[in-house]
């Protein structure tokens, strides 16, 4: 820890630090505008310059950029001196000759960057007379807007989109001051990631389209710490409401989870709740067969009228865990499932079996630090996108060992770039058809799912053994590894995958304990509801007819078929969405969305996130578990139920630590949703009163739905939203981080349930019929949920089957003829990417039947005409022009 | 021995130099008893002691450069780029010396090439210099056929292949490190330093970059000795230097001088002095990058010390000359907007600040300027000016005359201003 | 990338091209390093980069059409839009200045009726500034095509363009 000087203040550096990063982690506001904590430093902007002196005897010194320059022992610096003040002075100003004034109608106004470092800096006057640049916009999609004149040529957007993410439909076009960032031609951004370039573009270019479509001020808008529900990672987000409406989702900095990104999916699919399916109150069908809205304590009055006999519940996995087990209580643990399937419960059963074991499972964020990958059939790009964020990083251990040893710091971004060149650490993907990882990876095989677990098993006797094979050449990538990583997942339906991926890790670790193995699961909560209970089963508890059954957020026509349900008299479904199940039930009963409310969720590395309520739901809209409450008769809150689970399950003891309840306050206030400068809540509604409501009071939450309260000092758990003074962009993350990149001021949030001690004895395989058609899991088109955002509906793909090239001519069909099971018709695509004898389509809205089809069952449609990309749904490619 | 090594294969000689004519004129001497013969250290060392300095501009010393190189480990490349990108404005010799005799800088590549213990060399060359560009290809492949390059170049265990690449032009890639991510096939945006090119340059690799002229000395240091080229220089630095004249003077052109030559006898007596009717106003030593001089200067030797001490830079030595008939105002303007145009856009105070700069001094020379406006220019110049407020030497460069400029000839910065027009009438 | 029916350069890019893009690939480290040899080769072919030929060249050298867009909209010489059979490259740095270099252009945007970046009717010259040509001892200098002219004045002109 080398000591520097700073004005004279002595500081003690982190070693292996820029100065930027030591300034910032120790308070010290520097402006800045390249320099990324997640992308290191490559000193385009100038802005970050402070004076640097070379002995103690300079007085004068020079101008050096604070995130070029590592720390050393005794090294003094100022932060102060007129020149340094100046010169970033001069930055701003230079940056505002061409920047648009256009603040007032732009996206980012109110927490723009560049808006907060020109107060910073102090820049107010313009002198410059000459005529600024302009540029014409592009059509990016339907998910991000370009406002090409804002920008101010930081780079930040093009490093993370095609370094950090691995996009590569992004560039940056021309040079001197006519430097244009788009595509090549205007079209939807291919990458997965995109959202981030909202987050990562410190002014206005980039913005959220969603935000935009209904724009709100930043500040006007009402936030929570919230939890994704689009996959099982568990990324902390912040999702913002306003008049009812969920208007964007923002990262929310976990330093173990997701850092500082997430996916597209995770982003806007939370636009899901806006969603015209929502079911908005109450309803009960008549003999007509038609809905009745009836109140919602009538509703609940009739459902109390059915709970006399034997009930059944069937929860799920993307309930909260207090909804599922005020289901449980309600219905009884005999009456209870986690409504997912058999072969779900398998795979979690595994998944919680490796996290119980002393096996060592790394977080998201470690996932960072391996130096070798084997992916076991996972498709992680599109099931648990976040993740391939973090191996995309991984791969590049070896660039960084390369630069270590050359003496240059792991921050000089595009100099350890250069070094590594095309240099990557080992990552090699098992998996039936091409993987958006294959960009990045050592060794790609391409195979059939039962192959996959053959494969692995022949990796597991490699270990010990000494023949050459492809398995001999991927387990000795493995054992040569500092730290080898396991990667499976539950993507490809197969409970072996998981199996014979834990007795892999269990077989290395043997040999190297440093090994990890990283397993996604299904859903949000898959992992939670599996703790609560994985032994009921629905087919089994609805096995006879049953009076009535309750099913709680879970589409089970389309999860567990229709049929089954088809001997239910009464069937009550609590949810939020419109779904087959829903509008099949007898009483419905009206579920708020994650963002109306409080929920706890368990990840698949078995730690357990709260996600706290946003907004007050519409009318009779309630938290599923307060329904269930009400039911019950019990009328417990949040924080009662995570004590009840508490109680009731061992395992889950770390439910009520992971956030304050409803009593925690700071020096006696709430945590305020709202932002300070909420301003326009006096004027949402004076187009009908002038009179402003009384402000809905939180009983279940130590948050408030005001501006009153507390915020800077929350801890991060219950942090609404990140601002600072003189901070108003999301880059105020370093004021409420312990360093730059460390854990929040206030500890990691979550807990982990798991801590792993029992030795694994290994899996038996189980006999699994092999499957040729194989569901591809699609980031937009697979998930119930998000598939209601308005903006991702477009673009999930259209029924395909692909398939290579021989077993297209088994088929005796060839590219872009049409292939049909049932009244499901697809596209072939040919692709000899493919495992051979397999046939894969997409897991989307309408093609499930397709889970128990037969290759044999598949038959040509005659006179079909293709659309022209049936995995790029037709977009129009632009919007406007400028 | 010559007292003009560099040139004795061209003055007198209309055509240029082809294998033949070269090798019996003692070309490849210095190739034939040094490679698989002379340790390869002690060629280094021998760099060392003639003190060869940098001709691209900086005035670098070579063989500390080539120092930094690390010991050869394992078998990965290791590169030669020889810079013929010669886009600085007002400078006109690297031309020279690769049009009418390519075999020089060939065989100073070989030479340089075995001492750092590079596999593979390019010229990087810019793309409107088609005479030289064929001339070195037809150089390199006769060469090539003699086994003076290729594998095991005189069936020596050293073996070096030499490739011309032609750019597709911008400036910046004369900036060494912009000069290779040009060569990687990228967008030409300088590096950060360090690393230096030596430790991780081209693909990553260790690279020595050298422009072309330096490379032509290193022959005829290793046929010579450094004794003699140290003898050949005037004042401490050793060698001799192609220096030139344009602008509005008598005899324009370029002449191997030996290092240290008075200005004053540069222009009077190679150029033979200002043309009938000009006056000398102020002139640029050595390129566009170099600070004003003024005739009190005549007097400085040309040498990178001695420049330095007079508040300029030799640069690449060739001189640009302001006569009385043309205006100061102007020629920055014309300077600025060359800069603002040639800037990478990839740091803030460049590619924002030189076009500001431009548009001040456009305004100002169409009459259009303000007292501020000078405020303006020298808050810029300052802003832009040093080296590290800036990613690389580009805009500190383009701010040397200007801040000269407003220093020498701020009067008539005044009379633009005060008059609301140009003084100075074009005879069109 | 999948395999999925790409646009096979082979389809728009002629073999001759192919192969010398090919022969300065093989003494690269990898495929993409050949960006800007490619363009200049494909563009001394067709005079210019057309949309056409940027994604040709793009899918041979394993890059993005966006980030082969990316550099070849960096450098002056490759030009994508069309240019005439000739493209004058006018000098308009300090020395060709200084020798009224911009009065002799004034004379030749007349003649040709063009300004800078323009391209005459008969689709015969395209005109553009360039950086110093090198030589300044004869200034005013230009290029046109891949001839060196010097010493241009007013009335000298019109044989250099003849
Ligand atoms: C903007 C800029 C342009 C340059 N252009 C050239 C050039 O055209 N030719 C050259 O030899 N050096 C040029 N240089 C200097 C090179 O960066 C580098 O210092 C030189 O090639 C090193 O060779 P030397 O040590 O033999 O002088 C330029 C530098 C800058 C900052
Ligand atoms: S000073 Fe900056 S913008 Fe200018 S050429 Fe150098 S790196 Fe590029
Ligand atoms: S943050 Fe340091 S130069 Fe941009």
């Known amino acids: 820890m080398p000591t520097i000087f700073v004005d004279d203040r002595a500081i003690e550096a982190k070693t292996g630090d820029n100065l930027l990063e030591v300034l910032l982690s120790n308070g010290i506001d520097v402006p800045y505008f390249c320099w990324h904590p997640a992308m290191g430093s490559v000193g385009a902007c100038r802005q970050c310059a402070v004076v640097g002196y070379a002995n103690p005897d300079d007085t004068r010194g020079r101008i050096i950029m604070s995130c070029m320059t590592p720390v050393t022992e005794g090294a003094r610096f100022s932060v102060e001196a007129e020149n340094a003040t100046s010169f970033r002075n001069s930055v701003v100003e230079n940056l505002m000759l061409n920047h648009p004034h256009d603040c007032p109608v732009c996206e980012e106004g109110g927490e723009c960057h560049l808006q907060d470092m020109t107060v910073m800096v102090g820049h107010s006057d313009r002198r410059y007379k000459g005529l600024k640049t302009t540029f014409r916009n592009q059509y990016l999609g339907p998910l991000i807007g370009h406002e090409m004149n804002r920008c101010i040529t930081c780079y930040r957007c093009v490093r993370y989109y095609q370094d950090y993410a691995g996009g590569d439909d992004l560039a940056a076009f021309g040079s001197r001051d006519r430097v244009f960032f788009g595509r090549a031609e205007p079209g939807v951004l291919d990458n997965e990631f995109s959202g981030n370039l909202v987050e990562v573009c410190p002014t206005g270019v980039f913005t959220d389209k969603t935000l935009s479509k209904h724009y709100s001020r930043k500040w006007d808008l009402q936030s929570a710490p919230t939890v994704c529900q689009a996959c099982s990672l568990g990324c902390n987000t912040y999702t913002s409401e306003r008049y009812g409406e969920v208007r964007r989702v923002h990262n929310r900095y976990h330093n173990e989870v997701n850092g500082y990104f997430l996916c597209d999916r995770g982003r806007f699919g939370a636009q899901h709740v806006n969603s015209p399916k929502r079911i908005p109150g109450a309803g009960i069908r008549n003999a007509g067969g038609l809905y009745e809205p009836v109140s919602i304590a009538d509703a609940l009055d009739k459902v109390k009228g059915l709970l006399t006999g034997k009930v059944i519940g069937i929860g799920s996995p993307r309930a909260s865990l207090e909804s599922n087990e005020a289901l449980r209580q309600l219905v009884g643990a005999d009456n209870y499932c986690n409504g997912m399937t058999s072969t779900e419960r398998e795979m979690h059963g595994v998944i919680l079996e490796v996290l119980a074991s002393n096996l060592s499972v790394p977080t998201m964020m470690e996932v960072e630090t391996f130096d070798a990958i084997l992916v076991v059939g996972e498709d992680v790009t599109n099931h648990a996108p976040r993740l391939a964020l973090s191996i995309r990083q991984a791969v590049r251990n070896i660039g960084q060992q390369l630069a270590a040893d050359t003496g240059i710091s792991q921050w000089h971004d595009a100099a350890v770039r250069e070094l590594e060149q095309d240099e990557k650490s080992p990552l090699v993907i098992l998996s039936p058809m091409t993987d958006r990882l294959d960009d990045i990876a050592s060794d790609t095989h391409r195979l059939a799912p039962n192959d996959i677990v053959s494969m692995v098993e022949q990796i597991i006797e490699a270990i010990d053994e000494d023949k050459p094979s492809d398995a001999k050449d991927i387990a000795s990538t493995l054992l040569a590894a500092k730290r080898p990583l396991i990667i499976s997942g539950t993507s490809l339906s197969s409970p072996n995958i998981l199996k014979v991926s834990a007795n892999l890790a269990a077989a290395l670790a043997r040999k190297n304990p440093s090994t990890g193995i990283f397993l996604c699961a299904s859903e949000v909560n898959s992992v939670g509801v599996a703790m609560i209970d994985n032994t009921g089963n629905a087919e089994e508890l609805l096995g006879n007819r049953s009076e009535t059954v309750i099913v709680l957020e879970n589409d089970i026509d389309t999860r567990l078929g229709s049929a089954l349900l088809d001997e239910v008299r009464n069937l009550v479904v609590i949810d939020a969405m419109d779904n087959p199940t829903t509008s099949r039930s007898s009483i419905v009963l009206p579920a708020a969305s994650f963002a109306e409310a409080e929920g706890t969720f368990v990840n698949n590395e078995g730690r357990a996130q709260r996600s706290m309520a946003t907004f007050n739901p519409a009318g009779d809209i309630t938290p599923g578990y307060q329904l269930l409450s009400a039911l019950g008769g019990d009328h417990l809150s949040a924080s009662g139920w995570q004590q009840k689970l508490t109680a009731e399950h061992a395992s889950l003891a770390g439910v009520v630590t992971c956030a304050p309840d409803e009593q925690f306050r700071i020096e006696g206030s709430r945590i305020a949703r709202m932002t300070h400068r909420a301003s326009g809540r006096t004027a949402m509604l004076a187009d009908v009163s002038v009179h402003e409501p009384q402000q809905p009071l939180d009983t279940e939450s130590p948050l408030a739905f005001t501006m009153e309260g507390n915020q800077t000092r929350a801890p991060a758990s219950l942090r609404p939203y990140t601002w600072s003074p003189g901070w108003n962009s999301n880059q105020s993350i370093h004021k409420f981080q312990d360093e730059v990149g460390g854990p929040d001021k206030s500890g990691t949030t979550g807990t982990r349930l798991f801590t792993g001690s029992t030795e694994l004895t290994g899996f038996e395989l189980s006999e699994e019929a092999s499957a040729n058609l194989i569901g591809q899991v699609h980031i937009f088109g697979s998930d119930e949920l998000s598939n209601e955002a308005a903006e991702l509906s477009t673009l999930i793909p259209q029924p395909y089957a692909r398939m290579s090239s021989a077993t297209a001519a088994s088929l005796e069909v060839s590219h872009h003829d049409g292939l049909a099971f049932g009244d499901i018709i697809m596209t072939v695509l040919v692709d000899d990417e493919v495992a051979e004898r397999c046939v894969v389509y997409p897991m989307i809205p309408g093609t499930e039947a397709l889970g128990s089809a037969q290759l044999s069952e598949l038959q040509k449609v005659a006179g079909y005409t293709s659309p022209s990309d049936p995995l790029r749904p037709s977009l129009i490619t632009t919007d406007r022009t400028s | 021995m010559s007292d003009k090594p560099l040139t004795k294969n061209i003055i007198g000689f209309d055509g240029h130099t082809d294998l033949a004519r070269y090798e019996s004129l003692g070309g490849y001497a210095a190739v034939r008893k040094t490679i698989g013969r002379t340790d390869p250290d002690a060629v280094l060392e021998l760099l060392k002691d003639a003190n060869l300095r940098g001709r691209g501009g900086a005035g670098f010393p070579t063989g500390m450069k080539w120092s930094f190189v690390p010991k050869k480990e394992g078998n990965g490349h290791r590169y030669l780029v020889a810079n013929a990108d010669e886009m600085e404005p007002g400078t006109f010799k690297d031309r020279l010396l690769m049009e009418k005799d390519p075999h020089q800088l060939i065989e100073g590549m070989i030479l340089s090439a075995y001492t750092i213990s590079a596999d593979v060399g390019y010229i990087f060359i810019r793309g409107e210099y088609h005479v030289a560009i064929a001339r070195l290809q037809e150089a390199i492949n006769a060469a090539s056929a003699s086994g003076l390059l290729g594998e095991h170049i005189l069936d020596s265990e050293f073996s070096f292949r030499l490739h011309v690449h032609v750019s597709a032009g911008r400036y910046i890639c004369g900036e060494e490190t912009a000069l290779l991510n040009s060569l990687e096939g990228k967008r030409a945006i300088p590096r950060a330093k360090p690393p230096f090119p030596q430790v991780s340059g081209l693909w990553g690799r260790p690279t020595i970059v050298n422009n072309v002229e330096t490379l032509c000395n290193v022959t005829h240091i290793v046929a010579n000795g450094a004794d003699w080229f140290k003898s050949l220089g005037l004042g401490v630095d050793g060698g001799t230097k192609l220096f030139g004249a344009s602008g509005r003077v008598a005899r324009p052109g370029c002449w191997e001088l030996p290092m240290g030559t008075p200005i004053r006898e540069i222009l009077e007596e190679h150029a033979g002095g200002m043309a009938e009717g000009y006056q000398l106003k102020g002139f640029l030593p050595g390129g566009a990058s170099t600070d004003f001089l003024t005739p009190d200067h005549l007097d400085v030797p040309m040498e990178y010390d001695t420049v330095m001490q007079a508040g300029s830079r030799m640069g690449t030595g060739t001189m640009i000359i302001l006569d009385d008939h043309s205006c100061a105002v102007g020629m920055i303007a014309n300077l600025e907007k060359f800069f603002a145009r040639e800037s990478c856009g990839f740091c803030t105070p460049c590619r924002e600040g030189l076009p500001w700069v431009q548009e001040v001094l456009d305004r100002i020379e169409a009459g259009n300027g303000e007292l501020d406006d000078i405020k303006v220019l020298e808050r810029q110049s300052q802003f832009i000016g040093a080296i590290g407020n800036t990613h690389c030497a580009h805009a500190p460069g383009a701010m040397e005359p200007l801040a000269s400029g407003l220093k020498y000839f701020r009067d008539e910065f005044i009379t633009h201003i005060e008059g609301k027009a140009c003084p100075y009438q074009r005879e069109v | ?162």
């Open chain 3, 1 to 162: 990338m999948s395999n999925i029916a790409t646009d096979n350069p082979t389809n728009f890019l002629t073999e001759q091209e192919i192969a010398e893009i090919e022969s300065e690939i093989s003494h690269l480290p990898n495929r993409p390093s050949a960006a800007i040899d490619a363009l200049k080769i494909v563009q001394s072919y067709r005079g210019w980069i057309s949309d056409g030929s940027l994604n040709a060249i793009a899918e041979l050298i394993d890059m993005s059409a966006g980030e082969l867009d990316g550099v070849a909209t960096f450098y002056n010489l490759i030009y994508r839009q069309p240019v005439g059979e000739k493209v004058i490259l006018y000098c308009d740095s300090v020395s060709c200045w200084l020798m009224d270099g911009d009065v002799v252009c004034e004379k030749i945007k007349q003649k040709l009726n063009i300004d800078y970046g323009e391209t005459t009717a008969d689709n015969k010259y395209t005109l553009l500034p360039v950086t110093c040509l090198g030589d300044c001892d004869h200034a005013p200098a230009m290029m046109v095509g891949d001839e060196l002219h010097h010493d241009l004045t007013i009335d000298n002109i019109e044989e250099h363009l003849s």
